[in-house]
């Protein structure tokens, strides 16, 4: 059921996206009285599951979710009609329109894109707000896993800078320590404040596990305890909270965990709070060091997060400007591919990825939060300059605008092949790590 429900939204998600993109494209063309002569959901070789037509246009969906198209008269794209080619220029193809209406169609899709992405944020704020923890409300400091520990950091310490400048919202520490390729890390430990330096190895460590290096530190609240636990033995009961153990003073999570593991296979005693009683338990630790329980992860008992609400005006620009991150961002993950010190490439990812960005229950503001972002990706690398992508038609036309003169249509078809094949290359590598992890 979660596959089917992650596999649904991805579904659902791009398909919204390859329809206004390609109506993008669509809207331009007629703009301009050039003739479409289909607008596909999915690609179609061979056979297409519905189609009907209008006007001069034929409407269909494809079998292949592969994205979609659209076909413009007169032009060299995928579907290379070298038929049409050879022919007379008709006044209604694109091959006949000046070079600035032409430009227009190619960047229609990569508009509607950005548009796209840029209303939906102002949506999801406008309809949603936007609530998040304040890195100076983790008042508990931090949980470190292996890579923070490695660069010097500790259960507990509370980050206040990095590279010098202030993180407001806490989720964001790992992203900006990746995208900015931090330097130092400044962190408070017991009342002093301590600069880390931030080792080179780290970014790429950071990208291979795909999490947090560093999340709020929280009490060990058990939230139920399973019927067949030794907890259960043990006298355990949920909202129990751990505040010792074996005479020593513990109630994190962090310490808890490291006690169990430290020392599994004995008998020790743990005391909790239950209401206003202090109670000592008796537990025989398993070799497995798990007590059976479920803890409570919900951050919003333990802090103080911070909403901010919107109007509807007040959301136009903040929903603008939440675009703007969303694309700077992705620019900079873009540009971590080429750094080979990151091994970012190993872990460029295909529709398996994409799919797992969803959650495994529905939540519309996670899935439109999900295709902005996507939308924005979209745009990105439709935006590039390779020959059979929007980026590449563009190109060609900037060279026709700067020199005056047209590229052949036989250099154009060369082009569009050798691009597709980049393309499909691409694919195949992304979608091929996917397959890896999987067995991994």
């Given at each position: 059921m979660?596959?089917?429900t ?15 993109h390609e109506?993008?494209?669509f ?19 061979w056979f ?12 269909g969906i ?31 193809e694109?091959r ?22 840029f ?9 949603w707000?936007?609530?998040?923890l304040?890195?100076?409300?983790a008042?508990y400091?931090?949980?470190?896993d ?12 509370k980050i206040?800078l ?6 407001e ?10 995208m ?10 017991d ?8 080792p080179?190895s780290l970014?790429a460590?950071?990208i ?13 609240i058990i ?7 030794i907890?259960?033995?043990a ?13 020593l003073?513990i109630q ?7 006690a ?6 004995s ?5 909790i709070?239950r209401?206003?009683?202090?109670l ?8 497995s060091?798990t007590l ?9 008992d333990?802090?103080?997060?911070k909403?901010?609400e ?11 400007n ?9 620019l900079?993950q ?18 398996i990825?994409?799919?797992?960005f969803f959650p495994?229950?529905?939540?519309w ?7 902005a ?6 745009a ?10 929007d ?12 020199t005056g003169k047209k590229?052949?249509?036989?250099f154009?078809?060369?082009t569009?092949?050798?691009?597709m094949i ?16 999987l067995?991994?």
């Amino acid at each position: 059921m979660e596959i089917l429900t992650k596999t649904l939204q991805f579904i659902l998600s791009i398909s919204i996206l390859v329809i206004l993109h390609e109506g993008g494209h669509f809207f331009f063309a007629r703009l301009f009285k050039t003739r479409v002569e289909k607008f596909y959901l999915f690609f179609d070789p061979w056979f297409s599951i519905f189609k009907f037509k209008k006007g001069d246009t034929e409407y269909g969906i494809g079998w292949l979710p592969l994205g979609g198209y659209v076909k413009i008269s007169g032009m060299i794209d995928e579907s290379m009609d070298k038929e049409q080619m050879k022919q007379e220029p008709q006044p209604y193809e694109f091959r006949s329109k000046k070079t600035w209406q032409r430009l227009l169609i190619m960047l229609g899709g990569i508009m509607v894109n950005f548009l796209t992405a840029f209303v939906i944020y102002i949506l999801i704020l406008f309809t949603w707000g936007e609530s998040y923890l304040p890195t100076e409300n983790a008042k508990y400091g931090v949980m470190c896993d292996s890579t923070a520990l490695e660069m010097g950091m500790k259960h507990g310490d509370k980050i206040l800078l990095v590279d010098g400048e202030k993180i407001e919202n806490f989720n964001k520490i790992t992203h900006d320590v990746i995208m900015n390729s931090a330097k130092t890390i400044t962190i408070e430990r017991d009342g002093q404040q301590i600069t880390l330096d931030v080792p080179t190895s780290l970014v790429a460590k950071l990208i291979e596990k795909q999490m947090q290096f560093v999340s709020p530190r929280f009490p060990f609240i058990i939230e139920q305890v399973s019927d067949t636990s030794i907890a259960k033995k043990a006298g355990f009961m949920s909202g129990d909270k751990i505040i010792g153990f074996d005479s020593l003073p513990i109630q994190f999570y962090d310490q808890v965990r490291e006690a169990l593991i430290t020392n599994k296979g004995s008998e020790k005693v743990f005391t909790i709070m239950r209401g206003v009683d202090t109670l000592n338990l008796v537990v025989a630790i398993p070799q497995s060091a798990t007590l059976g329980v479920t803890v409570n992860t919900n951050f919003g008992d333990f802090f103080e997060f911070k909403t901010l609400e919107y109007g509807f005006f007040e959301s136009i620009p903040a929903g603008f400007n939440k675009g703007y991150e969303s694309t700077t961002s992705y620019l900079k993950q873009f540009k971590l591919m080429f750094k080979p010190e990151t091994k970012a490439y190993e872990h460029l990812g295909g529709f398996i990825s994409i799919g797992n960005f969803f959650p495994a229950t529905w939540d519309w503001r996670i899935f439109w939060n999900m295709t902005a972002f996507l939308s924005i990706i979209l745009a990105i690398m439709n935006v590039l300059p390779i020959p059979a992508l929007d980026g590449g038609h563009v190109m060609f036309l900037f060279y026709e605008i700067i020199t005056g003169k047209k590229p052949s249509d036989k250099f154009l078809e060369y082009t569009q092949i050798a691009g597709m094949i980049l393309i499909l290359g691409l694919v195949l590598f992304a979608n091929a790590n996917d397959v890896i992890k999987l067995f991994k």
